[in-house]
């Protein structure tokens, strides 16, 4: 299989050949050179996936092939990096998802970003998104996905600095970089350590469960905890920062400034999930050898989705709320990866359900890649029209959107949870893994989905429904180019739900049988409903002075909660006030006044010292001669009494 | 001549040579440096003369060098005071502290 | 005529030729001339090493050749390179090409200047195939003093103070490496002053104590070692734009390059006892540099206490003493080289436009200059460590490297080491967020325009190169490891 | 017996003479005095170097250095009429270095001189030197003889003429 380079080399192309020629091409000629190249990529994927999933694997267990691996650089006998390709269930799933979505947002951007200023930069970038992206799910080795990692977030802040003559567009890209590398200092850390110990960077090692592997590291421990746990807490730091985890999600809201189709297939469907993606890849070594960590995500993930759900409820700007949706969201996932466990393959050739939790996050990511690019995209259309973020500006849209409208409902629906689309039975998943796992996590992830179907429903009829506001320009529907692509992802939140999902990515490889727990999913669609119903209550009207007394109501958690819990202005305070304030200034001071100042009093004292001396260079003869009648005594004296 | 060792000539001598220095050092009027300049030389004669006479009585050498000696520090006088007289012609003064104002 | 003497003969026959040369374009096509010749002869001199390597030579130095020139004190004139030293040369004939091109207008007395220019690279070549210490010292020496000049009268801002400055602490540091020379050669009681010769002699330990330190600093001094590092920001940022380049892009690793080829080689033992001292020094380096880099206001002092971080870095994984931290320390010498000059290059362009180096006053210029915008991207992302550009690959074997040390100090060290990839993205980014994202600054800059052909000639051979290196260091590595091998064997011999 | 107690007093009253008055040339603030303290103490050589047997040496000393070196002297104090130095502080640092330099090393130079060993002369010639042999010696150009020296100085006492005149002569 090796054609599924050319799944990389396709967009690399697209980057390179518009981003050196781009200036050249006229109009929007760059746009469909990169929608075609990507088309290309999409086709290629999904022959990948027909030919991955249709072969059967020995005992029915799906195989991990690697078509393709060089050395790229070496760095002792053991450590080297590689480059190559790696498929197996979830790369190969991953794969269809960017190239989907990617593809979606390519055709869409072609009316989106119609007559930009950078339309072939916007392009270029684009492609090496999706070629970063394409070659972090598929690496080999846990460095090549470093690299692409990196990428990833190279490519990250180009496109959310895309309007780079916008302040808060460049603040937003540089914060998004920065606190992303700040995690990514810890993967590498982790990196390190872990490689330290077992003396290979290569995931099928890794992933093996060999004991001998981590020999080296048992009982090693530093600050309590075992060294091992340190590593793999770690590499998880550096994907909280990826996957916008808290505490380090303040990068993602702020990513919002970037195009919203960036924010669609980079901040939403695809790369805020690497870092779920990377824990389901190191999967085995946390469940085998340090479980403790896996917990902890699980915690971690359960907060955050909580935190952005409670925030998502009260923000005004569309693409925000979506942003803390995504955060929440991302958070399931990561919590329904925390719980899982390793599944075993029975008697039957099918996985026992231990594994439930692993698939479910993978089938969630999956499905909410689909229907929340499809919400961003819907957004994007929306302010397409209307030239604004803000709720207020919007307002019975239904009527001059129509296809947006309806694509955008499917969506919300999907996120809530609501059968027969894709989300509720994910989620679902999620919440019977939960369940399963503690029954108190269980409901406290209900309960994050009861605020998802809330907060979704306040966007939802706060956008179409209610009073419309006032604009001084017609409000039109978008072009096709905008619409189809959102028509073809409604049509697939809408149908995701039914694949059999488990057949194809589950903990060992064996097939997985997802069976519906009626208890759990009735409870959810039914506080689903209500909360709906509360929205629809809430918002539907419009002018309801509801809203305003549940606000006062809430009173400062409401205030706290709108200014996003004030993390943002903590770490304002941490990198301002300490970082610079307290760390930089003081060692450029120091390396101003303290090293330079010896020097230059070095210097200084040499001076005065020759000044000093500077007497006996009077010029005149009578001194000097003076000066060698002296030494000339002294020379006799010490030759004549040494 | 036994009857005066050649030591006592030499420190009388060297008084002479070092008083010469000392002249040389401290004074201030150019006239006066010169002639400590002389007493200097004129002490070497003496030694020259003295180590001839005790040490290598039949040989000439010391002799003659303080012949030459004295015929060459009365061109050095010459040319000497040719050019303090010079100096006291520009500036009107002869002292070596004052020597500066030549430069200018 | 010896292959490696090329790269003196050249520079020496260029400065005859400006001597010569009458007008600004003389001087220019000289120049440029010698320059070209130079970078072919170095990819030359690259692809005639890579055959005899494969053709299975393995000795340690390739066209070696040596001449005595002071019998009396057996200073011969002795050449020789193994990879590195190709390596390094390759970066300097790269940087002096590029180097000149962006003198292009140099103004006033521009055949003079170039004159200074081509000494300095006639040292800086020298040092790089001369295997004979003295020598070895004479080429550094050639190198340090034209800077003194070409700082002085080319600079700007405070270049006297400046060039008395770097000039006087480069000296100091030279006199220290010449007392740890003569110390070496006396010492291991060798009859020649050729280092390949006097390693095979080793220096009793308790003069290698005394003499380590004071080689080690002396090339260390050159090397932006804290606290003798203070020379590299007002030295940078007064310096004219290509001697800024040459600088920090080849000067620099003249320490680097003496660390390890003379004092590590040649005092092992020494070096083993006392690397905790240095390595903590060069530790402080990186992180501080990168500090105080961060509130900075000049681009040209940014620049310079990111070179302190990363130079830092060079001698820092050299320290370590492994092959693969070594090479990723001579990697980081070439990724820095390349990248360091393509920064000054651009911000000596940007400065020669805007006429203010202050990031205050600057703003929105990716408008309004695309082709130095992107090239400096470009540069900005290989300094924090891109991947695919040659920043990256440095680093990752630095810290791979280091991180392989058994002994848990050299780990923690490396722990905060790599700190400095996050300070090095936020002064990156807040550089290129300032000066060339948001809006124009300043409605004057409106009017500039952008690079001409001689100024996106050496940009775009930088970028290549750092490119190229990036994406594909396999060949590197190999030449670096073969070299490094003698080195790491004494090292770990003298460990036990 | 007698002749040797009166050789004695001449060479301790030479030898005084000698130290008190070049003593007295740099110490007096007057330059005519000095200059006559100058011609006493050339004056007294001249007699030492009578009483060592060196008559014609003492002849050309009293000659070359009171007849004309100390005549130069006078003419030139008097034409630059500086009578007197200027008054100096009483204490200088410079002079007083000066002078326990000095002090010191005529100690020390005594010092040696009295406690060297010289080598032992055998046959003391005491007598006047011939002065035919003298004149020869001036002018041979054998081995030991001056000529050459001579005509040098010759030339050198020329050349300090025309110097001398050239110097001080009056610009137009």
Excluded at chain 1, 63 to 78: A, D, G, Q, S, V
Excluded at chain 3, 7 to 27: C, D, E, W, Y
């Amino acid at each position: 299989m090796e054609y599924t380079l050319f799944i990389l080399i396709l967009p690399l192309i697209g980057f390179l050949s518009l981003g050196l020629l781009g200036t050249r091409l006229k109009g929007k000629t760059a746009g469909y050179v990169g929608t075609a190249l990507l088309a290309a990529t999409a086709i290629l994927a999904y022959i990948t996936a027909w030919q991955y999933f249709s072969t059967p694997g020995v005992d029915g267990i799906r195989p991990t092939l690697i078509p393709l691996n060089w050395e790229w650089m070496r760095f002792t006998e053991h450590l080297h990096i590689d480059l190559g390709i790696l498929l197996d269930p979830i790369s190969v799933m991953m794969l269809v998802v960017i190239s989907t979505v990617s593809l979606m947002v390519h055709i869409y951007s072609l009316g989106y970003m119609e007559g930009e200023k950078g339309f072939q930069r916007y392009y270029a970038f684009l492609g090496l998104f999706t070629f970063s992206m394409c070659g972090l799910v598929v690496a080999t080795n846990i460095f090549q996905m470093y690299i692409f990692w990196e990428l990833v977030g190279v490519s990250s802040y180009l496109l959310i600095g895309f309007y780079y003559t916008k302040p808060e567009a460049v603040a937003a890209s540089k914060k998004a970089f920065i606190v992303t590398r700040f995690a990514d200092m810890f993967f590498l850390i982790g990196i390190l350590l872990l490689s330290y110990f077992t003396k290979t960077f290569d995931f099928g090692l890794l992933c093996s469960g060999e004991e001998n592997l981590f020999a080296s590291a048992a009982g090693k421990t530093f600050m309590g905890g075992a060294v091992l746990s340190w590593a793999m807490a770690l590499i998880f730091i550096g994907a909280a920062g990826k996957s916008a985890m808290f505490p380090l999600h303040i990068w993602l809201p702020d990513a919002m400034e970037g195009p919203t189709p960036v924010s669609a297939l980079i901040h939403a469907a695809t790369m805020v999930v690497a870092g779920v993606y990377l824990v389901a890849r190191l999967f085995p070594v946390y469940y085998f050898f340090t479980p403790e960590v896996l917990h902890g995500i699980a915690y971690v993930a359960a907060f955050t989705a909580l935190y952005a759900a409670i925030v998502a409820c009260v923000q005004t700007d569309i693409k925000r709320v979506l942003a803390f949706s995504t955060i929440s969201q991302i958070g399931f996932m990561l919590v329904a990866l925390g719980v899982s466990g390793m599944g075993t393959v029975e008697a039957n050739g099918l996985e026992s359900h231990e594994g439930l939790g692993y698939m479910a996050s993978m089938f969630h990511l999956f499905t909410h890649a689909m229907f929340k690019a499809l919400l961003f995209m819907g957004a994007g259309a929306i302010i397409h029209t209307v030239h604004s973020n803000e709720m207020s500006r919007m307002g019975g849209l239904r009527k001059q959107m129509p296809i947006t409208h309806i694509t955008f409902l499917v969506a919300c629906l999907a996120i809530a949870g609501i059968p027969p689309f894709s989300g509720f039975f994910s989620k679902d998943e999620i919440l019977t893994a939960t369940f399963m796992f503690k029954p108190w996590l269980g409901v406290t992830m209900t309960f994050i989905a009861a605020l998802t179907a809330f907060y979704m429903f306040r966007l939802y009829y706060n956008i179409f429904w209610g009073k419309p506001a006032q604009h001084d320009h017609p409000l039109h529907e978008a072009p096709s180019s905008m619409t189809s692509p959102l028509v073809f992802l409604a049509l697939v939140t809408v149908v995701a739900g039914f694949i059999p999902f488990g057949k194809f990515v589950s903990s060992t490889g064996a097939a997985y049988i997802i069976h519906l727990d009626w208890k759990v999913a009735l409870t959810s669609v039914i506080i689903a409903l209500v909360s709906i119903f509360i929205a629809w209550k809430l918002y539907c009207k419009g002018s309801s002075k509801v809203p305003d007394k549940v606000a006062g109501f809430f009173g400062p958690l409401y205030t706290a909660a709108k200014h996003r819990f004030y993390i943002d202005e903590v770490y304002q305070f941490i990198t301002h006030k300490i970082i610079f304030r307290c760390i930089s200034q003081p060692l450029a001071w120091f390396d101003r006044h303290v090293i330079d100042g010896i020097l230059n009093g070095i210097a200084w004292i040499t001076c005065r010292g020759s000044l000093a001396f500077r007497w006996m260079q009077t010029g005149q003869l009578q001194s000097y001669a003076l000066l060698l009648l002296c030494g000339c005594l002294l020379l006799l004296c010490i030759g004549l009494f040494r | 001549m036994e009857l005066i060792p050649m030591e006592y000539y030499l420190v009388v001598s060297s008084i002479m040579f070092f008083a010469g220095i000392y002249g040389f050092i401290t004074r201030k009027n150019l006239i006066a440096v010169l002639i400590s300049v002389e007493l200097v030389l004129t002490s070497t004669d003496i030694n020259f003369a003295v180590f001839n006479r005790f040490l290598f009585p039949g040989h000439l050498e010391g002799m003659f060098f303080t012949l030459f000696s004295i015929g060459i520090s009365a061109a050095e006088t010459a040319v000497a005071i040719a050019i303090i007289i010079n100096i006291y012609r520009n500036i009107k003064n002869v002292e070596v502290r004052n020597l500066k104002k030549l430069k200018d | 005529m010896n292959l490696l003497s090329i790269f003196v003969v050249i520079p020496v026959l260029m400065l005859a030729g400006l001597f010569l040369s009458r007008t600004r374009q003389q001087a220019r096509v000289i120049s440029a001339t010698g320059a070209s010749l130079l970078l072919v002869a170095a990819v030359v001199l690259g692809v005639l090493f890579a055959a005899e390597r494969h053709a299975g030579n393995t000795a340690e130095m390739l066209f070696t050749a040596s001449a005595q020139w002071f019998p009396a004190w057996n200073i011969g004139y002795s050449v020789g390179v193994d990879g590195i030293s190709v390596l390094m040369i390759l970066l300097s004939a790269i940087i002096v090409f590029t180097g000149i091109f962006t003198s292009w207008n140099i103004d006033p007395l521009p055949k003079e200047y170039f004159m200074w220019f081509c000494l300095l690279s006639t040292g800086v070549f020298g040092f790089f195939i001369s295997l004979d210490l003295f020598t070895m010292f004479m080429f550094y020496e050639v190198a340090l003093i034209p800077m003194y000049l070409l700082i002085g009268v080319w600079g700007s801002g405070k270049k006297e103070y400046a060039a008395m400055k770097l000039t006087l602490m480069l000296m100091a540091g030279s006199a220290l490496l010449m007392l740890g020379i003569l110390g070496i050669y006396f010492g291991s009681g060798a009859t020649s002053m050729n280092i390949m010769e006097i390693a095979q002699s080793s220096i009793p330990m308790a003069l290698q104590k005394f003499f380590f330190p004071l080689t080690f600093i002396g090339f260390g001094v050159l090397g932006a070692l804290f606290p003798f590092h203070t020379w590299s920001p007002d030295g940078h940022a007064s310096a004219p734009t290509a001697v800024s380049m040459l600088h920090a892009g080849v000067l620099m690793k003249l320490g680097g390059y003496g660390c390890f080829r003379v004092a590590m080689f040649l005092m092992p033992e020494a070096a083993n006892e006392l690397a905790w001292i240095f390595l903590i020094l060069t530790g402080i380096s990186v992180v501080y540099g990168a500090f105080s880099a961060c509130v900075q206001k000049d681009l040209k002092y940014i620049n310079a206490y990111s070179s302190v971080s990363h130079c830092g870095l060079v001698l820092f994984a050299l320290l370590m003493m492994n092959t693969t931290a070594m090479t990723g320390a001579i990697m980081q010498m070439l990724s820095h080289g390349l990248m360091t000059a393509l920064f000054f290059a651009l911000i000596g362009m940007i400065y020669g436009r805007t006429h203010t180096r202050d990031i205050r006053e600057m703003g929105g210029l990716m408008k309004i200059m695309p082709f130095l915008g992107v090239a400096y991207v470009i540069a900005g992302l290989a300094s924090l460590g891109l991947p695919g550009l040659s920043g990256f690959v440095a680093e990752m074997n630095v810290f791979v490297g280091s991180f392989q040390h058994s002994d848990t100090f050299h780990r923690v060290l490396t722990l905060i080491a790599v700190t400095s990839i996050v300070i090095t993205a936020v002064y990156i980014l807040r550089v290129i967020g300032k000066i060339l994202y948001g809006p124009v600054q300043n409605q004057a800059h409106l009017k500039l325009t952008d690079a001409v052909w001689f100024e996106r000639l050496p940009v775009v051979v930088l970028i290549i190169a750092i490119a190229s290196i990036g994406l594909y260091p396999g060949w590197i590595a190999e030449w670096i490891h073969q070299a490094l091998a003698p080195i790491v064997e004494s090292l770990t011999v003298a460990a036990l | 017996m007698q002749d040797a107690i009166l050789l004695k007093i001449v060479f301790y009253f030479l030898a005084a003479a000698i130290a008190v008055f070049s003593v007295m040339a740099v110490t007096t603030r007057r330059i005519l005095r000095a200059a006559t303290y100058l011609l006493f103490v050339l004056f007294a050589t001249a007699g030492l170097y009578f009483f060592l047997n060196y008559s014609f040496l003492g002849a050309v000393q009293l000659m070359v250095y009171a007849g004309g070196v100390i005549i130069l002297y006078v003419f030139s104090i008097l034409l630059t009429s500086t009578d007197k130095e200027s008054p100096s502080p009483l204490f200088s640092l410079r002079r007083w270095i000066a002078m326990i330099a000095s002090i010191g090393g005529i100690c020390l130079v005594a010092f040696l001189v009295l406690t060297n060993v010289w080598p032992e002369v055998h046959a003391p010639a005491t007598d006047e030197v011939n002065m035919k042999l003298i004149g020869h010696t001036l002018m041979g150009t054998e081995k030991g003889q001056y000529l050459l020296p001579f005509e040098l100085m010759s030339v050198l006492l020329l050349a300090c003429m025309v110097g001398g005149i050239l110097i001080a002569r009056k610009r137009s």
